[in-house]
T-cell receptor, first 117, second 119 residues
Framework: ETGVTQTPRHLVMGMTNKKSLKCEQH?????MYWYKQSAKKPLELMFV???????ENNSVPSRFSPECPNSSHLFLHLHTLQPEDSALYLC????????????????FGDGTRLSIL | AQKITQTQPGMFVQEKEAVTLDCTYD???????LFWYKQPSSGEMIFLIY??????QNATEGRYSLNFQKARKSANLVISASQLGDSAMYFC????????????????FGKGTLLTVNP
C-alpha cells in the first residue's frame, strides 16, 4: 500500500467545471509536491509546499490553484481547464527541507488521470 | 539549468538477463543527487536507487545498481536478472543539493525509457 494516496484516480470534466484533486501522505513528511505528466514529455514540477508554505511555483496558469491545509494533505483546485491540461497529475512528498547530500527521495502517489472534454 | 537525457525510448531484454538503461545529466553545480524511478502502467512512481555526487562507490540496491561515471556525467541503471515484473517506464532524475533556494526541492526528470522484459 502506497504511503501517498491520491483521489480520484480518474477524472473527466468539461472546460467550465470546477473540481479538486486530493493528496494525502502517511509518511510523516512535511514537503508535498504536484507534478504534471503529459504524454511524451518529462514530468513537470508544478508546486512545492514545505511546512505548509508554498516554496516553488513554476509558472503554472492560474486555473490551477494549490492548497496545503496541513503537512499531510495537499489539494489542487481546477477551474476552466483547457484540453491541453489533460494529463496524469502526480502528488509526491518528502522530508523537508532537503538540505545537504542526504538521500531524500520523493515518494509518489498513483496519480489522477485527468481528461478535459 | 540542469537537464537529464535518456536516449533510449524503448528497450527489450530477455527474462533473467541484465539490462542497462542510459542516463546522462548536465549541471554546473558540484553538489547533486541522482535518482531512478520505475513507473508501471498503474501510474505510481516507485523510487529505486540514489547516487550522491560525492559518493565514492556506485550505489546498489538489490538487483539494481547505478554505474556512476562523474567525469562523463552519466548515471546508468543496471538491472540484473530481469523479471517480467520489471516491465515499466524508468525515469532518471536529478536534484541539486544547494543549501539555499527552491532548487533543493526540484527533481528534474528525463523523458524515460520503456523497458519490456520478454519471457
Amino acid at each position: 500500500e502506497t504511503g501517498v494516496t491520491q483521489t480520484p484516480r480518474h477524472l473527466v470534466m468539461g472546460m467550465t467545471n470546477k473540481k479538486s484533486l486530493k493528496c494525502e501522505q502517511h509518511l510523516g513528511h512535511n514537503a508535498m509536491y504536484w507534478y504534471k505528466q503529459s504524454a511524451k514529455k518529462p514530468l513537470e514540477l508544478m508546486f512545492v509546499y514545505s511546512l505548509e508554505e508554498r516554496v516553488e511555483n513554476n509558472s503554472v496558469p492560474s486555473r490551477f490553484s494549490p492548497e496545503c491545509p496541513n503537512s499531510s494533505h495537499l489539494f489542487l483546485h481546477l477551474h476552466t481547464l483547457q484540453p491541453e491540461d489533460s494529463a496524469l497529475y502526480l502528488c509526491a512528498s518528502s522530508h523537508s527541507p532537503p538540505r545537504g547530500l542526504r538521500n531524500q527521495p520523493q515518494h509518489f502517489g498513483d496519480g489522477t488521470r485527468l481528461s478535459i472534454l | 539549468a540542469q537537464k537529464i537525457t535518456q536516449t533510449q525510448p524503448g528497450m527489450f531484454v530477455q527474462e533473467k538477463e541484465a539490462v542497462t538503461l542510459d542516463c546522462t545529466y548536465d549541471t554546473s553545480d558540484p553538489s547533486y543527487g541522482l535518482f531512478w524511478y520505475k513507473q508501471p502502467s498503474s501510474g505510481e512512481m516507485i523510487f529505486l536507487i540514489y547516487q550522491g555526487s560525492y559518493d565514492q562507490q556506485n550505489a546498489t540496491e538489490g538487483r539494481y545498481s547505478l554505474n556512476f561515471q562523474k567525469a562523463r556525467k552519466s548515471a546508468n541503471l543496471v538491472i540484473s536478472a530481469s523479471q517480467l515484473g520489471d516491465s515499466a517506464m524508468y525515469f532518471c532524475a536529478m536534484r541539486l543539493m544547494t543549501i539555499s533556494g527552491g532548487s533543493n526541492y526540484k527533481l528534474t526528470f528525463g523523458k524515460g525509457t520503456l523497458l519490456t522484459v520478454n519471457p
